[in-house]
């Protein structure tokens, strides 16, 4: 697997960040035969695709096609796999945009600019404990903790912070005869 460029990666952990995974604008600086290189490169690898720009909502335009319409770039769940996103966590990212306050969801495009890029790496302590909330049978906090080596404060504060608000993955927590508090990724929120 071909690993992104520090520019791809920037392109895609922002566009991670906005409303239906836009990938514009692109960072600053990048115009031009090097703009056209890079989403090239992307959209022939299948991070990026090309759709009709929904100019009623003021998406930025990648290209005009000639007939009064244009194109926008968005970034794929490959391309949002390739910087280390989990498809179930992508999916998550983007109904819970759909859910924001209006006046939050209305904002432009360059107010983006100043996001915070979501991406989870492969092979983190905090990718560790998405995958194992994702399991059928969940975790309990005792199995994160044994997993990670993290305390339990800091497993049940990764859950609370960084799992569901900063990401707003929809967890639940059951208590369980046999094993006590069983948190999951709660699937059906997220379909």
Do not use: C, F
Not at 109 to 115: H, I, Q, R, W, Y
Not at 159 to 170: E, M, V
């Amino acid at each position: 697997m071909t690993t992104p460029s520090d520019t791809q990666s920037l392109i895609l952990s922002r566009a991670a960040t906005r409303p239906g995974n836009l990938a514009l604008p692109l960072p600053e600086g990048l115009v031009g035969a090097a703009a056209k290189m890079v989403v090239g490169k992307m959209i022939a690898r299948g991070w990026l695709e090309e759709v009709d720009a929904n100019l009623r909502r003021h998406e930025p335009m990648w290209r005009e096609t000639g007939d009064g319409h244009g194109t926008t770039l968005i970034a794929t769940e490959a391309g949002l796999e390739a910087i280390g996103i989990e498809p179930v966590v992508a999916i998550a990212l983007a109904s819970a945009r759909n859910a924001k306050p209006k006046q939050e969801a209305e904002r432009t495009p360059d107010d983006t600019d100043n996001a915070t890029p979501v991406a989870i790496r492969a092979g983190t302590k905090q990718a560790q404990i998405i995958a194992m909330l994702q399991r059928p049978e969940g975790a309990t906090v005792a199995e994160m903790v044994e997993a990670t080596g993290w305390l339990a404060h800091t497993v049940r504060g990764s859950i609370s912070g960084a799992l569901k608000k900063r990401l707003s993955l929809p967890i639940s927590a059951e208590k369980d005869k046999g094993r006590g508090t069983v948190y999951r990724l709660v699937k059906e929120a997220i379909s």
